[in-house]
């Protein structure tokens, strides 16, 4: 049941910058196929898909990002059933406080699992099929912090600096079979997963911000839908800054 849209796969499709994103690409016209563990949720960011373009069809799928078999699986079938997947957004994430000198291994390897196993096995289920028709675009979410460092995120900065390294690695390699990857980097962006961390910190991140501000999720949905647009066909292994001049700061 091959479709006339272009589709896309997105990750952590149920909250944040994974739902913005989903809803600012079905404006675009892309077909989506949503990931997620949470069914409820799922279902009604497919619905919101839908509302703001009924031209496009939206799909669901509850899965575990960190069981590679699964992921394949389920990959392999969207493509059978629907026809070819045009591009992937890697958005499912999780962090928690982790001091470096206070290891505890379940902790970080279930940040390490999540954030960057959860970014790999979705990309390597769908290479294989980007390579084939030699066409395609991945776009990674990694964070700040995979450039900065962050007192109290060691696990969750170590996890989006392993997805940094990907990137440019998986866009050399992937480059001649015109397959794209490149990743976004958020700033401070206020979502459910970091909306209490936000106003804890609010006066520090305002200091630290030129803007002043945190990110809404819509824009950092904006440029992640840039990068599968008709404007972005010559750009592949950037990192991608959307962080209110965080850096400059």
Do not use: C
Not at 61 to 71: G, I, N, P, R
Not at 112 to 117: A, D, E, L, S, T
Request: no cysteine.
């Amino acid at each position: 049941m091959a479709t006339q849209n272009e589709a896309i796969i997105i990750t952590g499709a149920s909250s944040g910058i994974g739902r913005a994103t989903a809803i600012e690409l079905a404006k675009q016209g892309f077909d989506l196929h949503l990931f997620g563990r949470d069914a409820t949720r799922l279902a009604k960011v497919q619905q919101e898909t839908v509302a703001v373009n009924e031209a496009i069809t939206s799909q669901t799928y509850q899965v575990e990002l960190t069981d590679k078999a699964a992921v394949k699986q389920i990959i392999t079938q969207i493509i059978t059933h629907f026809g070819p997947i045009y591009g992937l957004v890697n958005s499912a994430g999780i962090f928690s406080v982790t001091d470096v000198t206070d290891y505890d291994d379940p902790t970080w390897e279930a940040i390490m699992r999540v954030n960057f196993f959860g970014t790999l096995y979705p990309t390597l289920a769908l290479l294989p099929h980007l390579y084939a028709q030699k066409s395609g675009s991945i776009v990674n979410i990694t964070s700040v912090d995979a450039f900065d460092g962050i007192q109290g995120y060691s696990a969750y900065s170590a996890s989006k600096g392993a997805v940094t390294s990907l990137t440019k690695t998986l866009a050399i390699e992937s480059a001649k079979y015109q397959v794209r990857v490149n990743a976004i980097v958020p700033g401070v962006t206020d979502t459910e997963m970091t909306h209490t961390r936000i106003q804890e910190n609010l006066a520090k991140y305002q200091a630290k911000v030129p803007l002043g501000r945190a990110a809404d999720a819509n824009e950092v949905a904006a440029p992640i839908a840039f990068l599968f647009s008709k404007g972005a066909t010559y750009i592949t292994g950037q990192n991608i800054h959307v962080n209110g001049g965080w850096r400059l700061a």
